[in-house]
Antibody, heavy 123, light 107 residues
Framework: EVQLVQSGAEVKKPGESLRISCKGSGYSFTSYWITWVRQMPGKGLEWMGR????????SYSPSFQGHVSISTDKSISTAYLQWNSLKASDTAMYYC????????????????WGQGTLVTVSS | EIVLTQSPDFQSVTPKEKVTITCRASQSIGSNLHWYQQKPDQPPRLLIKYASQSFSGVPSRFSGSGSGTDFILTINSLEAEDAATYYCHQSSSSPHTFGGGTKVEIK
């Protein structure tokens, strides 16, 4: 079964750093990109960026560029989303999801999704 | 950035009724439009890929149509379990974007 399993909920203070993870299983991790999506409380979905685990190429949404970092450790089939200095406005649910698009095969929809990681930033 | 505008924002529907949700793109995106269902406290679930292709395991009452800038998600004969928020998503150009969502409530 193809699965993405995310790390658990986090409660942090403003200014603290954080890294959350997304571990893929049941497929070749380097054959698909991992995308990150934010959902603020009671709001819609926002695409943050994606990484290609095969070469670590990253594409960020302009809305999130410079505020978060996306990385991957393909040796353990895991992608990461990181903040150096959290703000209260980073409070949200964060999802990872799988997709890919190349000249050979374009499956640029998001499936499956991880279960989500709730990040709460409060003083 | 391509903006996706969904309508309506909210719909209250009786079981067995037909539901139609529209998604309009700010510029042509071909068929690079996908639909998701999200229930409370769950991640989104893919329903339709590339505008009209049903995804594996999705009930046949869900269907999609459209191309270019105008797209429709149709739920034929709504069931109680279809109460959820529905989102469209374009993958035509970066950044990927989502519609604002349509919440479907069962009367």
């Amino acid at each position: 079964e193809v699965q993405l399993v995310q790390s658990g909920a986090e409660v942090k203070k403003p200014g603290e750093s954080l890294r959350i993870s997304c571990k893929g299983s049941g497929y070749s991790f380097t054959s698909y990109w991992i995308t990150w999506v934010r959902q603020m409380p009671g709001k819609g979905l926002e695409w943050m960026g994606r990484i290609d685990p095969s070469d670590s190429y990253i594409s960020y949404s302009p809305s999130f560029q410079g505020h978060v970092s996306i990385s991957t450790d393909k040796s353990i089939s895991t992608a990461y989303l990181q903040w150096n200095s959290l703000k209260a406005s980073d409070t949200a649910m964060y999802y990872c999801a799988r997709h890919r698009c190349s000249s050979a095969s374009c499956e640029n929809w998001f499936d499956p999704w991880g279960q989500g990681t709730l990040v709460t930033v409060s003083s | 950035e391509i903006v996706l505008t969904q309508s309506p924002d909210f719909q209250s529907v009786t079981p067995k009724e037909k539901v139609t949700i529209t998604c309009r793109a700010s510029q042509s995106i071909g068929s690079n439009l996908h639909w998701y269902q999200q229930k409370p406290d769950q991640p989104p679930r893919l329903l339709i890929k590339y505008a009209s292709q049903s995804f594996s395991g999705v009930p046949s009452r869900f269907s999609g149509s459209g191309s270019g800038t105008d797209f429709i998600l149709t739920i034929n004969s709504l069931e109680a379990e279809d109460a959820a928020t529905y989102y469209c998503h374009q993958s035509s150009s970066s950044p990927h974007t989502f519609g604002g969502g349509t919440k479907v409530e069962i009367k």
